[in-house]
């Protein structure tokens, strides 16, 4: 006979078998907040230009080797419920500015670090919570008084090249120059009158070999294809697309056909290739020179293309055919018939070319009207292209960024030091025990000139006391000099260290919300996980089809 055992006490009586219940300081808020601290010394590490890469290998044993948070947290598929809320806080902070996550795992990391010791010193979380919020609403009426530099003219590459370079810097140091210029280029040559700018429009088709220096920007589109016919280059083209394959129509329905000479076979395979030839030479009338499909060229059909000198490029992805339309003006067709003169694409010239030994189609659109541009990036490694690629999509982010709010504050820990500063000041005008949590948001702000430091091998207290002592002469753009060997202090704005305004203001917020948050939780209730194949997360779209 089974024995029947009593289920203890408390909330766990009431929720099915196996199911855990955590609660109180000592199970839950510090339970959190350790598993936070550790997330957070993680990317901590990978913060700056000196930061270190990781090498993060995920469930499809593709490997990664980089020093973007955005990309670690990513790929790292955490499971504890509260580090998912820091990585929601910067997943949020990647979409609305595409840069300064890591800043935001890093303050989320410090305020709960800071927290735990108010907390041990008998200070309730929700004193934490209120203090923590009042110095938040603080730091952002002070950083609109802390902006160094104002981009007023985003077609001028030479202002737009000092606003992205920062960026550029934290993720490929020593690079930041080539790489700032060619994003400013490419950026620039696209920006629309009007419209708002869209990041998606400029591209970047990474070619092994050669080095980094061998990259270039073209005004169009680069494709890793080879074309299909004879005809390798067209000058002033004027571009068909189809979504179908260029071949003999195939027949919806089956029927039998009885031949009975071979005259009959004769004229029913003929009448077939003149149909086939009747519909290329429609299309070559229409003034296309150049085919673009989605689905495979029949040879019958690159016979006819080849006689009537016509070009022929196969994009297998349909994603590529979208962004194609969009650059040249096209419309895709759906099934092949001759295009009417509004659904041709133009583009100055499309030719075929060959880097290292890559074979690559371009579409090359000079002048005004060019609503895409590509960034050809050469190297050595997958990876290092890889790497390349978040460094350049960070610099078009704060482009985008730029755009929308051209102010920027001094880098390099500069704007966190004087924020601590005045932060600290505030605090002692406060009367009540907030005061406490308002003192330790400064503190947590004090982390990121620490972690430069730390991340370059300097002493991190030293340097510290140096910056706060230059911050009191008046010197609020003074910040810490990476170069080893140079003076410790730099003044970011003769230096060129900009940080973008909108990302710091949207880090600090979605990084306090983060915080305190995961400061609120006093119970964890897990029920018990459920049987069969585990679901896959994330679910993001790829590369190729974003």
Same mark, same amino acid.
């Given at each position: 006979m089974a024995l029947h055992v009593p289920k203890p006490p408390g909330v766990s009586q009431m929720l099915k078998e196996g199911a855990r219940h955590l609660t109180g300081l000592e199970e839950a808020v510090y339970n959190n907040i350790s598993a936070c601290k550790q997330f957070a010394q993680t990317v901590r590490t990978a913060y700056g230009p000196n930061g270190m890469n990781k090498m993060v290998i995920n469930h499809i044993e593709k490997l990664f080797v980089t020093n973007d948070a955005a990309t670690i947290i990513k790929e790292l598929e955490v499971?504890?419920?509260?580090?998912?809320?820091m990585v929601l806080a910067s997943e949020m902070q990647e979409a609305e500015v595409g840069d300064g996550t890591n800043f935001v795992v890093i303050f989320s990391?410090?305020?709960?670090?800071?927290?735990?010791?108010?907390?041990?010193?008998?200070?309730?979380t929700s004193e934490i919570v209120e203090g923590y919020e009042l110095a938040l609403e603080k730091a952002l009426q002070i950083l609109t008084t802390l902006i160094v530099y104002d981009v007023k003219d985003y077609r001028n590459i030479e202002q737009v090249k000092m606003g992205i370079k920062t960026a550029v810097m934290s993720k490929q140091y020593g690079n930041e120059e080539?790489?700032?210029?060619?994003?400013?280029?490419?950026?620039?040559?696209?920006?629309?009158?009007?419209?708002?700018?869209?990041?998606?429009?400029?591209r970047v088709c990474k070619i092994l070999g050669a080095g980094l220096n061998s990259s270039q920007v073209v005004q169009g589109m680069v494709f890793k294809r080879q074309v299909e016919g004879d005809v390798t280059k067209m000058s002033d083209a004027k571009i068909a697309v189809f979504t179908c394959p260029i071949d003999i129509m195939q027949t919806e329905t089956k029927g039998t056909v009885l031949i009975k000479t071979a005259d009959e076979l004769m004229n029913f395979s003929r009448g077939e290739e003149s149909l086939l030839e009747s519909q290329i030479k429609s299309i070559a009338d229409s003034g296309a020179t150049v085919i673009v499909s989605g689905g495979k060229f029949g040879d019958m059909a690159l016979h006819y293309m080849n006689k009537y000198k016509l070009m022929a490029v196969r994009l297998p992805s349909k994603f590529d055919v979208r962004r194609l339309c969009k650059a040249v003006g096209a419309t895709a067709l759906s099934k092949l018939m001759s295009p009417s003169k509004e659904d041709l694409g133009f583009a100055d010239t499309v030719y075929v070319d060959e880097l290292g030994d890559t074979a690559v189609v371009v579409f090359r659109i000079n002048g005004k009207e060019s609503r895409i541009s590509t960034i050809v990036v050469r190297?050595?490694?997958?990876?290092?292209? *890889? *790497?390349?690629?978040?460094?350049? *999509? *960070?610099?078009?982010?704060?482009?985008?960024?730029?755009?929308?709010?051209?102010?920027?504050?001094?880098?390099?820990?500069?704007?966190?030091?004087?924020?601590?500063?005045?932060?600290?000041?505030?605090?002692?005008?406060?009367?009540?025990?907030?005061?406490?949590?308002?003192?330790?948001?400064?503190?947590?702000?004090?982390?990121?000139?620490?972690?430069?430091?730390?991340?370059?091998g300097n002493r991190a207290s030293e340097l510290l006391s140096k910056l706060y002592a230059a911050h009191?002469?008046?010197?609020?753009?003074?910040?810490?000099?990476?170069?080893?060997?140079?003076?410790?202090?730099?003044?970011?704005?003769?230096?060129?260290?900009?940080?973008?305004?909108?990302?710091?203001?949207?880090?600090?917020?979605?990084?306090?919300?983060?915080?305190?948050?995961?400061?609120?939780?006093d119970q964890i209730i897990m029920a018990k996980r459920a049987g069969g194949p585990k679901g896959r997360t994330g679910g993001g779209i790829s590369d190729d089809e974003s």
């Open positions: 499971e504890h419920p509260a580090a998912k809320l990391g410090a305020l709960l670090e800071a927290a735990e010791e108010l907390l041990r010193l008998g200070i309730t080539l790489l700032s210029d060619l994003i400013a280029q490419a950026c620039v040559s696209i920006l629309p009158e009007k419209a708002t700018f869209n990041v998606d429009n400029v190297g050595s490694t997958e990876n290092f292209l *890889d *790497d390349i690629e978040r460094a350049i *999509d *960070d610099g078009v982010n704060t482009f985008k960024g730029m755009t929308r709010d051209g102010r920027f504050l001094a880098g390099a820990g500069a704007t966190e030091v004087e924020l601590a500063a005045q932060i600290a000041a505030y605090a002692d005008t406060l009367p009540g025990l907030e005061q406490y949590a308002v003192r330790k948001f400064s503190t947590a702000l004090e982390s990121f000139p620490k972690t430069l430091a730390e991340n370059s009191k002469e008046g010197k609020k753009s003074y910040g810490f000099n990476i170069d080893i060997g140079e003076a410790t202090l730099i003044d970011t704005v003769n230096a060129e260290i900009l940080d973008l305004y909108l990302s710091k203001l949207w880090a600090l917020k979605y990084a306090v919300e983060a915080a305190c948050t995961i400061l609120k939780v």
